[in-house]
């Protein structure tokens, strides 16, 4: 097993509602560490730029509104497999198709407002980490 690190976003629907504590701690029960967190309020242009992978896609303008709306909290997490691991417990991203002991099916309010944002690879995880940390602010 491989000890990887993942970025892990809690969005506005969810700290809107104070779920932080909560889904993190569905993370930290599945063997995933935080290693560096903070919360913060994304710009249209910081949203726009870490989702322009979505630029061309029909939900790109609603999620980037979506992401500003409210404060974000940035996190990363380690742990072994982090990225399958973090990815099981947030659930499909449609929370009607989520499992039911997964974040998404537990606190997702739509499949937009799904509260949780996770890389989809190990690749993707050193971008998105490195668009949010400093090394020196990943503390293991």
Do not use: C, W
Not at 46 to 58: L, N
């Amino acid at each position: 097993m491989a000890i990887e690190r993942t970025l892990s976003i809690l969005k506005p629907d969810a700290t809107r509602r104070n779920l932080t504590g909560k889904i993190n701690a569905l993370f930290e029960e599945a063997g995933l560490r935080i290693v560096a967190q903070k919360r913060i309020q994304l710009t249209e242009a910081t949203a726009g730029q870490f989702y322009a992978v979505h630029k061309e896609r029909p939900f790109y303008g609603s999620l980037v509104a979506s992401m500003i709306s409210a404060p974000v909290v940035v996190q990363v997490l380690e742990g072994e497999n982090a990225v399958l691991a973090h990815r099981g417990v947030m659930g499909a991203t449609d929370p009607k198709k989520a499992e039911p002991h997964t974040v998404r099916a537990q606190f997702a309010e739509s499949i937009e407002a799904n509260s949780v944002h996770g890389s989809d690879s190990l690749e993707n995880a050193a971008t998105e980490i490195a668009f949010f940390f400093a090394g020196t602010e990943i503390l293991p």
